[in-house]
């Protein structure tokens, strides 16, 4: 048995001229989160509709549980679990219905929909259609559904993209819990901060070319600057922003200046975000 | 293929439906507007006769037989008489040659033209015969004789005559698979539009899968309501075996335009504006039952014209296998090719 859930092995897709995955590796590991991150259109969604089997690569390998996806998809269907970017649930049925109907299609029996239910904070709302639903309690039943089949792979596509932090926290709670459980998590987002605390590892994905994979603290060690800010009182009262950077020659030296010529008011340590670093290698932002 | 997901998926899409009130309430109403149509239709063929008489030379007793269950109105010419059994104001027309009476004075034989609609039965022809010669040797005194000339205005469909309400019965069947397109193209649309077959795509669920069931669960739902409704109208009591595989055809064919609709619709209104097109020319070939002279040749290029011929030659007449064959051949060839045009263009959508 591998030691990895997923390797991509020269993975490219392309629609028409358009290159929308360009050639990509990497491997997740059992039981690892690998943070996908990347700006619209950066080729995120195709990669991951060619590692659940919605599409077939037009060159290279995707292999999931050491199966190749594209010869043979139905192997690992019962494996895998994926929460779509868009809601895309029966919205004229209740949870309780769509839940238990996905449960039926992975040919699972017995099954404890209240429980799964309570895990996503919707034990009170099982038996309404989810047309009643609001936008953060459908994304959470969406990962519901996800792991209706306890899948040793986890596929989520944005899944807290423009929820409440209520339901943004619920579902890191079911992606951790999910994590521990023993599954390998591919998940995207545009949430540095989200990607930041949930990854293992993040890989950062520009123009169909995966740019760099590395654990979140290696990236910032790599590519981040870590610096001191502080505030200083000017005359009439007014606040202004200091920044020193860290690890120069200079350092000592600024700081020395800082306190003895400045009034401070507060000091603090600051240290890149996936996002600066993100902007220094692709020279664009997660956001456009 | 997976048997066992198909009948989850049939469960699925069956669920679905019921829940979607407009469908629902289209359907419903549909079904009970057709048969409260075909039930206050008259069940009898209405027994007066009314007969058009065109006549140059004055015959008084031709006027004096109302009472008898003739009505006979008199035109201004033979032409308007045409016209008036043509439209069906009359179901006969009688026209007298202005020479009758010089004819009949030099000993020849004058011809007396009858004209009938395209559907008057042979009895009716029979009858007219009789009560022209009646009436002339009422008006007359004795017999005369004359050669009576019968023509056809339109084409003739000769037989027995059908009550209203019966010739509604291919018009209901036809009418119930073909509402049946609306609602399984906006189930499909819908699946496609709000991305629940992707959802779908990721369990064991095939495409083949989610194919079977839905063309199971279409033509299963268009077949046995058109079966119920037949059965309730006594479509069933003549060739039931004919009725149903006609009706099994046409539940396929509304299947497969589904699939071809559902294959470009995005939404509710977008199904309706591509439907509506498609039900006004797939019902037409009905009105012909109703309506037998406005049978024309370019109908039968509409599939839908075999399977309500077919329908109404069995339900009607108790036509059998040597009369619909054709028919129904040429129905399963219109059918065979929807389908699959409709499930290939489906397929282009579902990748």
Redesign the interface.
């Known amino acids: 048995m591998s030691d990895y859930a997923i390797i991509a092995e020269n993975l490219t897709y392309y629609y028409g001229n358009l290159i929308a995955v360009d050639h990509i590796d990497f491997k997740v590991a059992r039981g690892e989160i690998l943070g996908f991150l990347g700006p619209n259109g950066a080729g995120k969604t195709t990669t991951i509709n060619i590692l659940t089997g919605q599409m077939k690569p037009k060159g290279g390998r995707a292999i999931l549980l050491g199966i190749d996806v594209a010869e043979d998809v139905k192997k690992v269907k019962g494996d895998i679990g994926v929460c779509f970017e868009t809601i895309n649930l029966y919205e004229q049925m209740t949870a309780i219905e769509n839940l238990n109907l996905f449960a039926r299609l992975f040919g699972i029996k017995s099954f404890d929909v209240s429980a799964l239910l309570n895990r996503v904070g919707l034990g009170g709302r099982g038996k309404d259609r989810v047309e009643t639903y609001s936008k953060g309690m459908k994304q959470r039943l969406m990962v519901a559904r996800s792991i209706v089949n306890q899948p040793q792979i986890l596929f989520l596509d944005e899944p807290t993209a423009g929820l409440d932090p209520t339901s943004s926290l619920a579902i890191h709670n079911i992606i951790i819990q999910e994590r521990n459980r023993g599954a390998t998590v591919f998940l995207t987002t545009h949430d540095m901060v989200e990607a930041d605390k949930l990854s293992d590892r993040v890989a950062f994905m520009n123009q169909g070319k995966i740019v760099a994979l590395d654990t979140p603290l290696n990236l910032k060690q790599q590519y981040g600057k870590r610096a001191l800010t502080a505030k200083v009182l000017m005359s009439g009262g007014r606040l202004e922003d200091r920044e020193i950077a860290l690890d120069t020659a200079d350092t000592p030296g600024s700081i020395k200046e800082l306190f003895a010529n400045e009034k401070i008011v507060t000091v603090h340590s600051k240290e890149a975000t996936l996002e600066d670093i993100f902007i220094k290698i692709t020279g664009r932002g997660l956001i456009e | 293929m997976n048997i066992?997901?198909i009948g989850?998926l049939i469960s699925?899409d069956l669920?679905?439906f019921f829940?979607?009130r407009a469908i629902l309430l289209l359907t419903l109403m549909g079904f009970i507007f057709y048969l409260v149509i075909y039930f206050v239709m008259p069940s009898t063929v209405d027994e007066n006769l009314e007969i058009g008489l065109y006549s140059p030379v004055p015959l008084p007793i031709f006027n004096q037989v109302e009472e008898e269950g003739l009505e006979i109105s008199p035109l201004e010419s033979e032409e308007l008489l045409k016209e008036a059994v043509l439209d069906g104001s009359y179901v006969a027309g009688i026209s007298i040659p202005a020479d009758v009476v010089e004819k009949l004075d030099s000993k020849q034989k004058p011809v007396i033209s009858l004209y009938f609609t395209p559907d008057a039965p042979q009895e009716l022809k029979d009858a007219m015969e009789t009560i022209v010669r009646e009436l002339v040797f009422m008006q007359t005194g004795h017999p005369l004789a004359f050669e009576v000339s019968e023509e056809i205005l339109g084409q003739d469909l000769t037989g027995t005559p059908i009550p209203p309400r019966d010739r509604l019965r291919p018009l209901l069947a036809i009418f119930i698979l073909m509402m049946e397109i609306l609602g399984l193209s906006n189930l499909i649309s819908e699946e496609i539009e709000?991305?629940?077959a992707?959802?779908?795509?990721?369990?064991?669920?095939?495409v083949t899968d989610i194919f079977v069931a839905k063309s199971i669960f279409g033509i299963g739902l268009a077949f046995i309501q058109a079966v119920l409704i037949m059965t309730i109208i006594g479509g069933m009591n003549k060739q039931p075996l004919i009725v149903l595989i006609s009706l099994l055809l046409g539940a396929e064919l509304a299947t497969g335009i589904s699939f071809l609709i559902s294959a470009r619709a995005r939404d509710f209104m977008s199904v309706l504006a591509w439907s509506v097109p498609f039900l006004i020319i797939l019902i037409i070939p009905s009105f012909t039952i109703l309506f037998p002279g406005a049978v024309t040749g370019w109908i039968k290029i509409i599939p839908t014209y075999y399977l309500v011929d077919t329908v109404h030659r069995a339900v009607n007449f108790g036509s059998g296998w040597g009369d619909i064959w054709i028919n129904l051949l040429i129905l399963f060839g219109f059918t065979v090719v929807i389908f699959y045009a409709g499930l290939y263009m489906l397929r282009r959508k579902f990748r």
């Not at chain 2, 992707?198 to 095939?206: C, E, G, N, Q």
Request: overall charge positive; charged content about 30%.
């Open positions: 066992h997901i989850i699925k669920s679905l829940r979607k709000r991305r629940t992707r959802a779908l795509l990721v369990t064991p669920a095939t």
